[in-house]
């Protein structure tokens, strides 16, 4: 695999064009038997001076991967989620030009509450595992998901 490809089944993903997250990407995402993957490239912007990938890099990554996971692959859309508690232990270096690749596992939902955890791989291999805590949207109306899986496959 060369440093430009991304594989097979990922698409990019719509996140908006403002702030944060559009600064940290390109993002990509699949859908994989009932799960929601999040990946990216490591480039040169998201490395340290040892040319890996910056821990603040996955940790946001976790911090987009969690929820997202949470909001495709739960019953019901919570919309927004904002992070009450994250946490990661980091177990690998991620290197430049590496496949980074999340998955979400939905622990426990309460009426207010998500509770998840993640792995987060580089080219197959176990980097970092997170776990966060987020407050679930209160709103009558469900947020649409359209912004975000604007480019997946067969519109869903």
Not at 24 to 32: A, S, T, W
Not at 48 to 54: K, L, S, T, V, Y
Not at 70 to 91: C, K, N, Y
Not at 139 to 155: H, K, Q, T
Request: proline share 8%.
């Amino acid at each position: 695999m060369t440093e430009t490809t991304i594989p097979e089944g990922f698409f990019p993903l719509t996140l908006g064009d403002y702030g944060f997250i559009p600064a940290n990407g390109p993002l990509y995402g699949k859908r994989d038997n009932g799960y929601f993957l999040l990946g990216f490239r490591v480039e040169d912007r998201h490395c340290n001076p040892a040319r890996i990938c910056h821990g603040g890099m996955l940790m946001t990554f976790a911090d987009m991967q969690l929820p997202l996971g949470i909001r495709l692959q739960s019953e019901t859309d919570a919309g927004f989620m904002p992070t009450v508690h994250l946490s990661a232990e980091f177990m690998a270096p991620a290197p430049l030009g590496a496949w980074v690749e999340g998955r979400t596992d939905i622990l426990r939902q309460t009426r207010n509450l998500a509770f998840a955890q993640c792995l987060v791989t580089a080219d197959g291999e176990v980097v970092l595992r997170a776990s966060g805590i987020f407050k679930l949207a209160s709103r009558a109306e469900p947020v649409p998901l359209d912004a975000i899986l604007l480019n997946e496959p067969g519109g869903k």
